[in-house]
């Protein structure tokens, strides 16, 4: 059986050690904040920020 588990250093904790920042990512063009890496991938994918991406 093929069964995927996540990486450990997938795991947020330690995604954030070696990111050195803290669990959260901050998108400079829309100024806000997200609280995942996941949530911050979605975010740069979505229309506001493509919008705010084409305005600045
Ligand atoms: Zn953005």
Redesign the pocket.
């Known amino acids: 059986m093929l069964e995927v588990f996540p990486k450990p250093w997938s795991d947020a904790s330690s995604l954030s050690v070696w990111k050195g920042l803290k669990r959260s990512y901050t998108?400079n063009?829309?100024n806000?904040t997200l609280n995942s890496i996941e949530q911050y991938h979605a975010?740069?994918k979505g229309s506001k920020?493509q919008t705010?991406l084409k305005n600045q």
Do not use: D
């Open positions: 998108c063009i829309c806000v975010h740069l920020h705010n």
